[in-house]
T-cell receptor, first 117, second 111 residues
Framework: DGGITQSPKYLFRKEGQNVTLSCEQN?????MYWYRQDPGQGLRLIYYSQIVNDFQKGDIAEGYSVSREKKESFPLTVTSAQKNPTAFYLC????????????????FGPGTRLLVL | QKEVEQDPGPLSVPEGAIVSLNCTYS??????FMWYRQYSRKGPELLMYTYSSGNKEDGRFTAQVDKSSKYISLFIRDSQPSDSATYLC???????????FGPGTSLSVIP
């Protein structure tokens, strides 16, 4: 049963703390993405990775970091530098560039809701 | 002006109604258009994918793209309570550009 999993479903962060959100996919997709969703706003791209050991900043990368050591995994760390981390975080994956058409469409995980204590 | 705009709603319709959801956009370079459905506290799921202008139908759903007006629509026929969700439009210029999402329209279908 292929898909994208994210954990935990809910995460609480204390001030000054770094927290890591997990994203795993077994779709054999090369590309993976992290988005942030706030009420009334579209999804905003945090980081993306087209291939293992390579990743690029998105539109709102400040205060976040990622790694891509394995094709299946793309964890996101929300650092203490992110002053407004409360949001719904979505991980997505897609086939690589050049696969064409709907194959490059992004498929999403169930999300992690991050709350600040 | 935002690149992609949607009326946030909420939109409330009776069961069986035809629903029209719309997005406008400002960048004429967009060629790939998508509609996602997102249930509360879940990740978005792809509903429709279209390239360039025209219509595409899939069951009760029809996606329409009018590039001359920079306007896309999603029509839902015979709406069901299970269609109650937020609908996000999304678009990109090329198949490898980043995807730009609209803020979403919240839809409630009342039994």
């Amino acid at each position: 049963d292929g898909g994208i999993t994210q954990s935990p479903k809910y995460l609480f962060r204390k001030e000054g703390q770094n927290v890591t959100l997990s994203c795993e996919q077994n779709l054999n997709h090369d590309a993976m993405y992290w988005y942030r969703q706030d009420p009334g706003q579209g999804l905003r791209l945090i980081y993306y990775s087209q291939i293992v050991n390579d990743f690029q900043k998105g539109d709102i990368a400040e205060g976040y970091s990622v790694s891509r050591e394995k094709k299946e995994s793309f964890p996101l760390t929300v650092t203490s530098a992110q002053k407004n981390p409360t949001a719904f975080y979505l991980c997505a994956s897609s086939m690589p560039r050049g696969s064409g058409g709907v194959g490059e469409t992004q498929y999403f995980g169930p999300g992690t809701r991050l709350l600040v204590l | 002006q935002k690149e992609v705009e949607q009326d946030p709603g909420p939109l409330s319709v009776p069961e069986g109604a035809i629903v029209s959801l719309n997005c406008t956009y400002s960048n004429s370079a967009f060629q790939y258009f998508m509609w996602y459905r997102q249930y509360s506290r879940k990740g978005p799921e792809l509903l429709m994918y279209t390239y360039s202008s025209g219509n595409k139908e899939d069951g009760r759903f029809t996606a329409q793209v009018d590039k001359s007006s920079k306007y896309i629509s999603l029509f839902i026929r015979d709406s069901q309570p299970s269609d109650s969700a937020t609908y996000l439009c999304a678009m990109r210029k090329t198949s490898y550009d980043k995807v730009i999402f609209g803020p979403g329209t919240s839809l409630s279908v009342i039994p």
